[in-house]
């Protein structure tokens, strides 16, 4: 099924569409057109992406569906009771006339509405980069979410994305009918309501976490969302225990289905000694992020379409960051409904699809990180490329103690002990010598690139950004030893553009005939714009054993 999404024209005006789609899977009537929508994307841009149009009428069908596949993708609004929830919510189903949409949550909160305390907005999956908002957009929504204007001012995140503050103003207000500063304030609340649900820290840590600068200020703005003070809310939750000596513990809702097991396959088999772990149903890591060190584990509840994350309380005050980068590795935010229908129509891939719905690309969980990770994959195959990377783990990576760093303070059970590093700092690699780095095992060219990706990286001169991508690979391909492959997957895995296609992948032209060439692959997978990235991974994990 092709995803919804609204299409607004610059003249001001809704444009009808054709809800078909809908209509024949969840036998929706098709009704007259409303205007109470309130939220407004733009339209998709790749050709032959069939992007049916969403109005009031198709949003309260998805609601009285209670739809998952809709879950983020708007927020309704009831007049009667001034709270918002999403689609999925378990309460009554208001009536149609008490409705109103919006697409974002700051939208409905800018509005007067507050947050719902059963269905928890805040915990919504958010939009992937397919939604073809521009990626001006995606990135500074990516950033406010990790807490950029938490101790910066708009002026900054303007200049770090390279425009005025004024443009990116009227940029997020087209796009979400809310500016910088709102989309802000609903991260920071919404960030505190989960710590009040999911974890054991004190009042004051929460406010920290979530990126307030003051506890005073924490208090009164949960009292104007709220109308209550988060002592109140923190009263109402069964079995808070107080403090923080256990986890903290949160979870990432997504949109189902979710192919836990190839995602969890795939991990595995790239996962780096020391740094990471993949057991049979989780995933740990050892984290090092603006000088807060600890360890996380994800695992996925079979029975509801999340992920549970325990968290190291070290890692309190970064918890912002930690969930932005957890739903990119994990690709939470992607439409599995969408790309298996689209990609499903060409009979290559119809049965790979067919076999693993839900099937999720793998990002990144630092660009850095991720960069290495391409440069060292060059021309070898998977196992090479993790042993180089478990080398230079060995050599290069700080140590660190499991009892201080583990996820339960002096209980620290065998999987702990096994992440005792951090994947290396830009800086150290930059200061060690090529002889050194090739010492891991690698040619004395790809060690001469390493040494000047991390370089390029500590001086600041290679940015590496989803919203500017073109140059972004620019800068990359600037630097020499970096070819077309490198280019393609750095796309894939580091900036997570949901169409990258890296067609001169060994592994992936042995699902093509054997005379194809790079330009023959890129012409047979124009059908599948705009998901190639996902059309790859269906012929990856097809190909692999």
């Known amino acids: 099924m092709c995803s919804l999404a609204i299409l607004f024209d610059r003249a001001g005006g809704w444009r009808r569409g054709a809800i078909a789609l809908c209509c024949a899977v969840l036998g929706w009537a098709k009704r007259p057109f409303r205007r109470e929508v309130r939220f407004r994307l733009v339209q998709p841009a ?102 950029a204007l938490d101790g910066a001012s708009v002026e900054d995140l303007a ?41 054991d820290l004190d009042l004051t840590s929460v406010a920290f976490a979530s990126g307030f600068a003051s506890v005073r200020r924490f208090n009164a703005a949960f009292r104007e969302r709220f109308g209550r003070p988060p002592s109140a809310i923190r009263r109402e939750l069964v079995g808070a225990r107080g403090g923080a000596s256990t986890p903290l513990r949160l979870r990432l809702d997504l949109r189902p289905p979710f192919d836990w097991s190839s995602l969890l396959a795939f991990l595995r088999a790239r ?59 994990f690709d939470l935010d992607a439409e599995p409904t969408v790309i298996d229908s689209h990609l499903a129509r060409d009979p290559m891939l119809r049965a790979l699809v067919t076999r693993r719905p839900g099937l999720r690309v793998a990002g990144s969980f630092d660009v850095f990180e991720g960069l290495v990770r391409t440069v060292l994959g060059q021309q070898i195959s998977v196992v090479a490329a993790r042993t180089l990377g478990a080398r ?40 060690t010598s090529i002889d050194a780095l090739a010492a891991v095992g690698m040619p004395r060219a790809r060690a001469t690139l390493l040494r000047a990706l991390a370089q390029a990286w500590a001086e600041g001169s290679l940015r590496f950004e989803s919203c500017d991508a073109e140059g972004s690979l620019e800068r990359l391909a600037a630097l020499r030893g970096v070819g077309p492959w490198t280019c393609d997957y750095a796309a894939l895995r580091v900036l997570h553009l949901p169409d990258a296609f890296p067609a001169s992948d060994g592994a992936l032209r042995r699902a093509f005939p054997a005379a194809s060439s790079p330009a023959a692959i890129v012409a047979r997978a124009e059908g599948w714009r705009p998901f190639r990235a996902y059309a790859a991974q269906h012929l990856w994990t097809g190909i692999e054993p």
Not at 93 to 116: I, M, W
Not at 131 to 141: G, Q, Y
Not at 179 to 184: I, K, Q
């Open 46 to 147: 790749a050709p032959g992406y069939d992007h049916p149009v969403l109005d009031a009428d198709s949003c309260y069908a998805a609601l009285r569906a209670r739809d998952p596949r809709f879950d983020g993708l708007f927020f309704v609004a009831v007049t009667t009771t001034g709270i918002y929830c999403r689609p999925i919510c378990p309460a009554r189903t208001p009536r149609a006339d008490r409705c109103r949409f919006y697409g974002h949550a700051a939208a409905a909160e800018k509005a007067g509405f507050r947050a719902c305390l059963r269905c928890r907005p805040e915990l919504a999956p958010g939009r992937a980069p397919v939604d073809a908002r521009p990626r001006l957009v995606a990135e500074a929504l990516a950033r406010i979410d990790a807490g």
């Open 159 to 199: 200049s770090d994305l390279e425009v005025s503050a004024r443009h990116l103003r009227r940029t997020l207000v087209d796009a979400l009918g809310v500016g910088p500063l709102e989309l802000a304030a609903t991260r920071r609340l919404a960030a505190a309501k989960q710590l009040l649900h999911d974890s």
């Open 271 to 329: 996962a780096i000694p020391g740094v990471e772990r993949v057991e049979a149903s989780c995933y740990r890591r050892l984290v090092a992020i603006d000088g807060h060190v600890g360890e996380l584990r994800v695992e996925h509840d079979a029975a509801r379409p999340r992920l549970h994350v325990a968290l190291s309380p070290s890692l309190a005050p970064i918890l912002a960051t930690l969930v932005q980068r957890l739903r990119r590795l």
């Open 392 to 431: 230079l783990v060995e050599r290069l990576g700080d140590r660190h103690v499991a009892e201080e760093v583990g996820l339960a303070g002096g209980e620290v059970d065998a999987a702990s002990c096994a992440l005792s590093r951090v994947f290396p700092s830009p800086a150290k690699i930059a200061a």
